[in-house]
Protein backbone atom coordinates (compact mmCIF):
# COMPACT_ATOMS: atom_id res chain seq x y z
CA UNK A 1 0.00 0.00 0.00
CA UNK A 2 3.12 2.20 0.63
CA UNK A 3 4.40 1.74 -2.57
CA UNK A 4 0.69 2.74 -4.52
CA UNK A 5 0.41 5.61 -1.83
CA UNK A 6 3.70 7.30 -3.01
CA UNK A 7 2.94 6.43 -6.68
CA UNK A 8 0.00 8.33 -6.16
CA UNK A 9 1.16 11.47 -4.63
CA UNK A 10 4.45 11.28 -7.32
CA UNK A 11 2.13 11.41 -10.16
CA UNK A 12 -0.23 14.14 -9.08
CA UNK A 13 2.95 16.45 -8.32
CA UNK A 14 4.51 15.61 -11.96
CA UNK A 15 0.94 15.92 -13.69
CA UNK A 16 0.99 19.49 -12.10
CA UNK A 17 4.25 20.69 -12.96
CA UNK A 18 3.15 19.61 -16.12
CA UNK A 19 6.21 16.96 -16.75
CA UNK A 20 5.80 14.39 -19.11
CA UNK A 21 6.12 10.85 -18.20
CA UNK A 22 4.79 7.48 -18.04
CA UNK A 23 3.43 4.36 -15.68
CA UNK A 24 4.42 0.81 -15.76
CA UNK A 25 2.25 -1.91 -14.72
CA UNK A 26 2.86 -5.35 -14.62
CA UNK A 27 0.10 -7.16 -15.35
CA UNK A 28 1.19 -10.30 -15.27
CA UNK A 29 3.40 -12.86 -14.85
CA UNK A 30 4.78 -16.44 -14.98
CA UNK A 31 7.22 -18.36 -13.27
CA UNK A 32 10.09 -17.06 -10.76
CA UNK A 33 10.49 -13.05 -11.53
CA UNK A 34 11.53 -10.22 -9.37
CA UNK A 35 8.45 -7.83 -9.81
CA UNK A 36 4.96 -9.75 -9.61
CA UNK A 37 1.56 -8.44 -10.55
CA UNK A 38 0.28 -4.94 -9.92
CA UNK A 39 3.94 -3.69 -9.51
CA UNK A 40 4.04 -0.06 -10.46
CA UNK A 41 7.10 2.43 -11.37
CA UNK A 42 6.80 6.22 -12.75
CA UNK A 43 9.57 6.15 -16.07
CA UNK A 44 10.61 10.02 -16.16
CA UNK A 45 11.55 11.13 -20.13
CA UNK A 46 14.97 10.85 -19.55
CA UNK A 47 14.71 7.13 -18.48
CA UNK A 48 15.18 7.22 -14.81
CA UNK A 49 12.45 5.43 -12.57
CA UNK A 50 11.23 8.05 -10.33
CA UNK A 51 9.38 6.04 -8.28
CA UNK A 52 8.48 2.44 -8.10
CA UNK A 53 9.63 -1.09 -8.59
CA UNK A 54 9.06 -3.23 -12.01
CA UNK A 55 12.03 -5.59 -11.59
CA UNK A 56 15.62 -5.85 -11.79
CA UNK A 57 17.95 -5.57 -14.80
CA UNK A 58 16.98 -8.62 -17.04
CA UNK A 59 13.62 -6.32 -17.97
CA UNK A 60 14.47 -2.89 -17.48
CA UNK A 61 15.79 -2.10 -20.20
CA UNK A 62 13.16 -3.17 -22.57
CA UNK A 63 10.77 -1.69 -20.68
CA UNK A 64 12.89 1.64 -20.61
CA UNK A 65 13.56 1.66 -24.13
CA UNK A 66 9.67 0.96 -24.91
CA UNK A 67 8.92 3.68 -22.07
CA UNK A 68 10.92 6.48 -23.86
CA UNK A 69 9.27 5.90 -27.00
CA UNK A 70 5.46 5.97 -25.44
CA UNK A 71 6.78 9.47 -24.52
CA UNK A 72 7.99 10.52 -28.09
CA UNK A 73 4.94 9.44 -29.11
CA UNK A 74 2.22 9.46 -26.92
CA UNK A 75 1.11 5.97 -27.37
CA UNK A 76 1.16 3.24 -24.92
CA UNK A 77 3.40 0.47 -25.20
CA UNK A 78 2.68 -3.65 -23.73
CA UNK A 79 5.96 -5.46 -23.20
CA UNK A 80 6.29 -8.84 -22.69
CA UNK A 81 9.91 -10.05 -21.32
CA UNK A 82 10.33 -13.83 -21.59
CA UNK A 83 13.17 -16.64 -21.49
CA UNK A 84 14.50 -17.76 -25.48
CA UNK A 85 13.08 -20.84 -25.49
CA UNK A 86 9.76 -19.04 -24.88
CA UNK A 87 10.12 -16.54 -27.66
CA UNK A 88 11.28 -19.26 -29.89
CA UNK A 89 8.23 -21.62 -29.19
CA UNK A 90 5.94 -18.28 -30.32
CA UNK A 91 8.27 -17.73 -33.49
CA UNK A 92 9.47 -14.07 -32.90
CA UNK A 93 12.18 -13.12 -31.69
CA UNK A 94 13.74 -10.17 -28.87
CA UNK A 95 12.63 -6.61 -30.62
CA UNK A 96 9.71 -8.22 -32.38
CA UNK A 97 6.40 -6.17 -32.69
CA UNK A 98 2.84 -8.86 -32.96
CA UNK A 99 -0.27 -7.89 -32.26
CA UNK A 100 0.42 -5.12 -30.19
CA UNK A 101 2.74 -6.70 -28.03
CA UNK A 102 6.83 -6.16 -28.27
CA UNK A 103 8.73 -9.12 -27.54
CA UNK A 104 11.86 -9.06 -24.83
CA UNK A 105 14.36 -11.19 -23.94
CA UNK A 106 14.64 -12.21 -20.14
CA UNK A 107 18.44 -13.37 -19.54
CA UNK A 108 18.14 -13.81 -15.80
CA UNK A 109 18.74 -17.36 -14.24
CA UNK A 110 14.74 -17.35 -13.39
CA UNK A 111 13.13 -17.60 -16.83
CA UNK A 112 10.45 -16.24 -15.69
CA UNK A 113 7.72 -14.12 -17.94
CA UNK A 114 6.45 -10.42 -17.19
CA UNK A 115 4.07 -8.69 -19.16
CA UNK A 116 4.43 -5.10 -18.44
CA UNK A 117 1.75 -2.10 -19.80
CA UNK A 118 3.55 1.40 -20.02
CA UNK A 119 1.14 4.04 -20.35
CA UNK A 120 2.31 7.64 -21.33
CA UNK A 121 1.13 10.63 -19.68
CA UNK A 122 1.69 13.85 -21.43
CA UNK A 123 1.07 17.50 -20.51
CA UNK A 124 -1.76 19.47 -22.48
CA UNK A 125 -0.35 20.94 -25.81
CA UNK A 126 -0.30 24.61 -25.48
CA UNK A 127 -1.34 27.04 -27.89
CA UNK A 128 -0.16 30.65 -27.24
CA UNK A 129 -2.54 33.56 -28.81
CA UNK A 130 -0.99 36.88 -29.54
CA UNK A 131 -4.27 39.12 -30.60
CA UNK A 132 -7.77 39.72 -29.89
CA UNK A 133 -9.17 39.46 -33.49
CA UNK A 134 -12.04 37.49 -34.48
CA UNK A 135 -9.57 34.81 -35.05
CA UNK A 136 -7.71 34.60 -32.58
CA UNK A 137 -11.05 34.48 -30.22
CA UNK A 138 -12.58 31.60 -32.39
CA UNK A 139 -8.90 29.92 -32.08
CA UNK A 140 -9.12 29.99 -28.09
CA UNK A 141 -12.30 28.43 -28.12
CA UNK A 142 -12.08 25.43 -30.32
CA UNK A 143 -8.59 24.42 -28.88
CA UNK A 144 -9.58 24.28 -25.44
CA UNK A 145 -12.28 22.12 -26.69
CA UNK A 146 -9.26 20.29 -29.04
CA UNK A 147 -7.45 19.30 -25.26
CA UNK A 148 -4.96 22.13 -25.90
CA UNK A 149 -3.47 24.46 -22.81
CA UNK A 150 -4.71 27.79 -24.19
CA UNK A 151 -2.72 31.06 -23.51
CA UNK A 152 -4.20 34.37 -24.30
CA UNK A 153 -1.73 37.48 -24.93
CA UNK A 154 -3.69 40.81 -25.25
CA UNK A 155 -3.96 43.98 -23.68
CA UNK A 156 -6.27 43.81 -20.58
CA UNK A 157 -8.89 46.28 -22.43
CA UNK A 158 -9.20 42.96 -24.95
CA UNK A 159 -8.85 40.12 -22.63
CA UNK A 160 -13.13 40.21 -22.19
CA UNK A 161 -13.37 38.95 -25.85
CA UNK A 162 -12.36 35.25 -24.73
CA UNK A 163 -15.26 33.44 -22.71
CA UNK A 164 -12.16 30.81 -21.15
CA UNK A 165 -8.80 30.62 -21.43
CA UNK A 166 -6.05 28.59 -18.63
CA UNK A 167 -4.18 31.55 -18.87
CA UNK A 168 -3.87 35.08 -19.58
CA UNK A 169 -0.92 37.86 -20.39
CA UNK A 170 -1.72 41.39 -20.26
CA UNK A 171 0.05 42.42 -23.37
CA UNK A 172 2.58 40.31 -25.16
CA UNK A 173 5.54 39.37 -22.62
CA UNK A 174 6.16 35.96 -23.31
CA UNK A 175 7.89 33.90 -20.62
CA UNK A 176 11.63 31.97 -22.79
CA UNK A 177 10.98 29.50 -20.33
CA UNK A 178 7.45 28.65 -20.73
CA UNK A 179 7.50 28.54 -24.63
CA UNK A 180 9.76 26.11 -26.00
CA UNK A 181 7.15 23.19 -26.48
CA UNK A 182 4.17 25.53 -27.45
CA UNK A 183 2.72 26.65 -30.36
CA UNK A 184 2.52 30.61 -30.90
CA UNK A 185 -0.22 31.98 -33.17
CA UNK A 186 0.01 36.09 -33.65
CA UNK A 187 -3.35 36.93 -34.84
CA UNK A 188 -3.65 40.88 -34.06
CA UNK A 189 -4.98 41.63 -37.50
CA UNK A 190 -3.78 45.29 -37.36
CA UNK A 191 -3.83 45.88 -33.78
CA UNK A 192 0.19 46.12 -32.46
CA UNK A 193 0.92 43.49 -35.42
CA UNK A 194 4.83 44.37 -35.35
CA UNK A 195 5.35 44.21 -31.28
CA UNK A 196 3.25 40.92 -31.10
CA UNK A 197 5.34 39.32 -33.86
CA UNK A 198 8.58 40.29 -32.05
CA UNK A 199 7.66 39.22 -29.06
CA UNK A 200 6.43 35.96 -30.84
CA UNK A 201 9.60 35.51 -32.44
CA UNK A 202 11.77 36.51 -29.26
CA UNK A 203 11.33 33.24 -27.43
CA UNK A 204 11.85 29.86 -28.27
CA UNK A 205 8.81 27.36 -29.52
CA UNK A 206 7.87 24.68 -31.73
CA UNK A 207 5.63 26.60 -34.27
CA UNK A 208 5.13 30.04 -34.73
CA UNK A 209 2.51 31.41 -37.49
CA UNK A 210 1.58 34.97 -38.64
CA UNK A 211 -2.58 35.45 -39.61
CA UNK A 212 -2.01 37.85 -42.32
CA UNK A 213 -0.82 37.65 -45.83
CA UNK A 214 2.34 36.85 -47.33
CA UNK A 215 3.04 40.67 -48.22
CA UNK A 216 1.62 41.94 -44.69
CA UNK A 217 4.03 39.14 -43.06
CA UNK A 218 7.27 40.45 -45.25
CA UNK A 219 6.78 43.78 -44.64
CA UNK A 220 6.76 43.08 -41.24
CA UNK A 221 9.63 40.80 -41.13
CA UNK A 222 11.58 43.41 -42.80
CA UNK A 223 11.38 45.77 -40.31
CA UNK A 224 11.86 43.58 -37.41
CA UNK A 225 15.15 42.24 -39.53
CA UNK A 226 16.06 45.82 -39.83
CA UNK A 227 15.47 46.06 -35.99
CA UNK A 228 18.02 43.03 -35.07
CA UNK A 229 15.41 40.02 -35.02
CA UNK A 230 17.42 37.30 -36.14
CA UNK A 231 17.00 35.97 -39.95
CA UNK A 232 16.95 32.51 -38.80
CA UNK A 233 14.53 33.01 -36.82
CA UNK A 234 12.80 35.02 -38.98
CA UNK A 235 12.48 31.91 -41.72
CA UNK A 236 10.44 29.54 -39.56
CA UNK A 237 7.50 32.31 -39.20
CA UNK A 238 4.77 30.62 -41.19
CA UNK A 239 2.56 32.74 -42.88
CA UNK A 240 -0.44 33.09 -44.08
CA UNK A 241 -1.37 30.52 -40.47
CA UNK A 242 -3.19 27.44 -41.06
CA UNK A 243 -3.63 24.94 -44.11
CA UNK A 244 -4.54 26.02 -47.15
CA UNK A 245 -8.40 24.31 -47.07
CA UNK A 246 -10.25 28.21 -48.21
CA UNK A 247 -10.87 28.98 -45.59
CA UNK A 248 -12.88 32.82 -45.19
CA UNK A 249 -15.10 32.80 -41.93
CA UNK A 250 -12.97 33.89 -38.26
CA UNK A 251 -14.17 30.30 -37.51
CA UNK A 252 -13.01 28.28 -40.08
CA UNK A 253 -9.56 30.01 -40.21
CA UNK A 254 -9.15 28.45 -36.65
CA UNK A 255 -10.07 25.56 -37.81
CA UNK A 256 -7.59 25.88 -40.61
CA UNK A 257 -4.79 26.77 -37.81
CA UNK A 258 -5.80 24.47 -35.32
CA UNK A 259 -5.30 21.61 -38.09
CA UNK A 260 -2.10 22.74 -38.93
CA UNK A 261 -0.91 22.76 -35.23
CA UNK A 262 -2.05 19.74 -35.08
CA UNK A 263 -0.05 18.40 -38.10
CA UNK A 264 3.22 19.76 -36.56
CA UNK A 265 2.72 18.36 -33.74
CA UNK A 266 1.95 14.81 -34.91
CA UNK A 267 4.80 14.55 -36.95
CA UNK A 268 7.30 16.06 -34.12
CA UNK A 269 6.07 13.12 -32.31
CA UNK A 270 6.32 10.36 -34.90
CA UNK A 271 10.23 12.10 -35.54
CA UNK A 272 10.50 11.94 -31.91
CA UNK A 273 9.66 8.25 -31.36
CA UNK A 274 11.54 7.72 -34.44
CA UNK A 275 14.59 9.05 -32.64
CA UNK A 276 13.82 7.21 -29.03
CA UNK A 277 13.95 3.75 -31.22
CA UNK A 278 17.12 4.41 -33.17
CA UNK A 279 19.01 5.49 -30.31
CA UNK A 280 18.29 2.97 -27.55
Not at 6 to 24: P, R, S
Not at 198 to 208: D, E, Q, T
Amino acid sequence: MGQKADIHEQVAELKNAGEAFAIATVVRTVAATAAKAGAKAIIRADGTIMEGWIGGGCARGAVLKAARESMADGVPRFVSVQPEDMLAELGVSPGTEKEGVRFARNMCPSKGTMDVFIEPVLPSPGIIILGASPVAVALAEIALRFGYHVTVCAPGDDQGAFAAADARIDGFMLETAETADKYIVVSTQGRGDEAALSAALSVPSAHVSFVGSRAKAAALSAKLRDKGVDADRLATLKAPAGLDIGAITPDEIALSILAEITQVRRRRQRDAAERAGEGR
